[in-house]
């Protein structure tokens, strides 16, 4: 059984995550893939192709990308590379401290291009990455023509 693991789970949009996948064949090439709905509905994604290491396990803070969105060794490089489905979009969070973006991550046989809607991930799993952490508070700025948000620590 192929699994696919983000630690921490849920964190900051700005803090390093550990993606591993465990469970593959020595050598095999496989796909992962992130991918993500911005709040207005909109598809932006990414992935990287890998051979696993002898243990039959992917570590792209260890392993490089043999292609993809990127290549090399880069620990972030699927939450990094997110291109929009749709060209010319920017992946915008306005809802900072009500919700968090939901990154799917999911590992693939072989090479995958994401042209095959019936084709099944070997594993998957799910990232929260907050914008606000827990307890600060947004407080809105309106003076003359200025207008922001202040985010006070708890």
Request: glycine share 12%; hydrophobic share 40%.
């Amino acid at each position: 059984m192929v699994e696919v693991t983000v630690t921490p789970q849920s964190s900051l949009a700005d803090r390093p995550v550990q993606i591993r996948v465990r469970g593959l064949s020595p050598s095999q090439l496989v796909t992962l893939r992130a991918w993500l709905e911005d709040e207005q509905g909109e598809r932006f994604q990414s992935c990287a192709f890998f051979r696993a290491d002898g243990a039959g396990e992917v570590d792209p803070g260890l392993h490089a990308a043999l292609g993809g969105s990127y290549s090399g060794v880069w620990p972030m490089g699927l939450f990094w590379f997110l291109q929009p489905d749709t060209p010319f979009r920017r992946l915008v969070k306005r809802d900072v401290a009500g919700s968090p973006f939901r990154v799917r991550l999911e590992v693939f046989n072989g090479l995958y291009m994401g042209t095959d809607p019936k084709e099944k991930p070997l594993g998957s799993c799910e990232a929260e990455r907050w914008y606000v952490g827990p307890g600060v508070q947004r407080v809105p700025i309106r003076e003359g023509r200025v207008r922001g948000a202040l985010f006070l620590p708890p």
